[in-house]
């Protein structure tokens, strides 16, 4: 029997553990999708408890505790001291064999707070107390936590209409030693079936864009491409949509200045077909000016999102109340990756959905869409969200190993809220090295270690860098 969690977990050979060990454990980490608040990068953030740091915005935590019965006061609400919280956590922490929040709080147990403890109810308090000790220390401040997690480069995830001053100021002061860049989350604008799209538009976008009016698609085009080079004068390189599936719907301008100027004026919402039309001439014109631009888009689909609806009336969104959606979207995303292909306007594109079904579709496209831009150009993006977890991953690299270039992939982001969740870095480059160690022990690739060294250096961190090239 393997003790829990020792130097080789999840390394089941020995080629897994040299490859982990020597070459993937000390490369740097490139975060090119997180949702950190670079206000808390900006401000060094100091965490009071181990409660403030882990538990106050980690729905994956959350939904652990709203599977353990614990009241949703004592969870996001006031109901409960930090105290309180954490113990309900520790308890709850016990339960969840096989979950990868299992792994991931005592990896950062032990990375971050050097605790080696197993965290349940009785050893709760030691572990308050151990852990309330260490973020005492200046390196656990949230400069600290990305000096000595190694973390190179940090995209985070901004609306349009963001005077992004937080990244401003990160670079004006200097003091962090990653890059910290923005990301342009278009959400707002593309959803045009929700309910305060309309004020959204005219107001907020209209206003950060500098525009008195925007009522026509022209407007849209005239406000995105103001924002668009805001963002780039601020370090903006990449971008990201979130979908609930893909579309591609091709419609007239006269048919989306209709669809506009109904939703805008408050006359209803948009038919499904109209709403299709609208995203697929926005994602359309903003995929011709990312790829005039040398940025990247990323395409995340198939999240049923808010499902419980009196929660989300009292919480609101990404509070942990969503699941994985299915939907047949490989003919609308090829045809969108084509279209763009066809006029030479098709940027590097990132591609996830939270289906894992998905990915033998998305992995089979990848070479269709190849290009000299960059070694991969289309990329599938890692495991994702209810797939980041050992089986997943493996999943993920198994498929994409099988049908496209695994040597190609950029790796994995975190993906998180939390600055202690780089952590996630490790497991994922442990669960990447035992996969290909198990290739080269049968005999399915060959034991050259200088070959497969640089493999895993590629993987973890170099293909990153020569990809965004930031």
């Known amino acids: 029997m393997k003790n829990f969690m020792d130097k080789d977990f999840l390394l089941q050979t020995e080629t897994a553990r040299v490859l982990y060990h020597e070459h993937a454990a000390p490369m740097p980490i490139y975060d090119y999708h997180c949702h950190i608040n670079p206000r808390e990068i900006a401000e060094n953030r100091e965490f009071r408890n181990i409660a403030q740091a882990w538990l106050a915005s980690d729905t994956y935590k959350w939904r652990l505790l709203r599977s353990n019965a614990v009241s949703e006061g004592c969870i996001s609400g006031s109901d409960a001291s930090s105290r309180e919280k954490f113990q309900y956590f520790a308890e709850s922490l016990s339960r969840a064999i096989g979950n990868p929040l299992y792994h991931w709080t005592h990896l950062e147990l032990q990375r971050y707070f050097d605790c080696d403890l ?10 308050w107390e151990t852990c309330n000790e260490r973020l005492k220390a200046a390196d656990m401040r949230a400069q600290g936590i990305i ?58 976008l209209g206003e950060a864009a500098g525009m008195e009016d925007v009522s026509t698609m022209q407007d849209i085009y005239d406000a995105l491409q103001k924002r668009l080079d805001y963002f780039a004068e601020n370090g903006c390189q990449i971008a990201d949509h979130a979908l609930p599936y893909m579309v591609y719907a091709e419609a007239k301008e006269y048919e989306l200045d209709d669809v506009v100027g109904k939703v805008i004026n408050g006359k209803g919402k948009p038919s499904k077909q109209a709403m299709e039309q609208y995203k697929t001439a926005v994602l359309m014109f903003l995929g011709r000016e990312y790829a005039r631009r040398g940025w990247t888009m990323q395409l995340h689909y198939s999240a049923l999102r808010d499902v419980n609806a009196s929660r989300f009336e009292v919480l609101g969104q990404d509070s942990g109340f969503d699941a994985v959606d299915t939907h047949n979207c490989a003919p609308a995303l090829a045809k969108f990756l084509n279209a763009l292909d066809k006029e030479g306007h098709l940027p590097k594109t990132i591609i996830c959905s939270l289906n894992p079904a998905d990915n033998i579709v998305i992995a089979s496209l990848l070479p269709c869409f190849s290009g000299t831009e960059a070694l991969g150009k289309i990329q599938q993006g890692a495991a ?6 050992k089986e ?52 399915e690739y060959p034991a050259d270690m200088k070959v497969l060294g640089k493999l895993v250096e590629d993987i973890s961190y170099n293909n990153a860098c020569r990809y965004f090239a930031f």
Not at 172 to 192: H, S, W, Y
Not at 421 to 433: D, K, P, T, V
Request: charged share 25%.
């Open 118 to 127: 197993i965290l349940n109810g009785e050893n709760a308090e030691k572990i």
């Open 147 to 204: 000096e000595r997690s190694n973390v190179q480069v940090i995209c985070t995830t901004d609306d349009p209409v963001s005077d992004l001053k937080w990244h401003k100021k990160i670079k004006e002061d200097g003091t962090c030693t990653a890059k910290v860049l923005p990301t342009f989350r278009a959400d707002n604008i593309l959803n045009i079936e929700d309910d305060g799209w309309d004020a959204y538009m005219r107001y907020e």
């Open 384 to 389: 994702w969200w209810f797939n980041n977890n």
């Open 392 to 443: 997943g991953i493996e999943a993920q690299l198994r498929v994409l190993a099988s049908v496209s270039v695994l040597g190609n992939t950029i790796g994995t982001p975190t993906d998180s809220r939390s600055l202690l969740s780089y952590s996630r870095h490790e497991y994922y480059r442990r669960i990447l090295c035992n996969f290909i160690g198990n290739l080269v022990e049968n005999g």
